[in-house]
């Protein structure tokens, strides 16, 4: 359960964030590039005995976390990320 920012001198800024519950963890990573945000959602834990992942990665031009600068118990992202996400199932 964590929020990290990470940037050095002219390298590109990063942000995670991943939240823990029920033995399932659902984490958005984004990295800055050129033209916008690198972005990956991804889940992964144990279901039913079983231990399950998925992963989607997408770019956009605004970062869904931006302006996050303390860890909260969910993750919020922008509407036109969120359409993805939901198709996902996380």
């Known amino acids: 359960m964590k929020l990290t920012e990470n940037y050095s001198g002219n390298e590109?800024?990063?942000w995670r964030?991943?939240?823990e519950k029920d033995e399932m963890t659902?984490?958005?990573s984004?990295?800055?590039?050129?033209?916008g945000y690198?972005?990956?959602i991804s889940k992964h834990g144990e279901v039913d005995g079983k231990y399950v992942s998925g992963e989607k990665r997408y770019i956009s031009t605004k970062n869904p976390l931006e302006g996050e600068k303390?860890?909260?118990?969910?993750?919020?992202l922008k509407d036109e990320i969120m359409e993805s996400i939901k198709a996902m199932g996380l």
């Open 26 to 28: 659902k984490e958005v």
């Open 12 to 14: 590109y800024k990063s």
């Open 70 to 76: 303390e860890y909260n118990e969910e993750i919020t």
């Open 38 to 40: 690198y972005i990956c």
């Open 17 to 19: 964030k991943s939240i």
């Open 30 to 35: 984004v990295k800055e590039c050129e033209n």
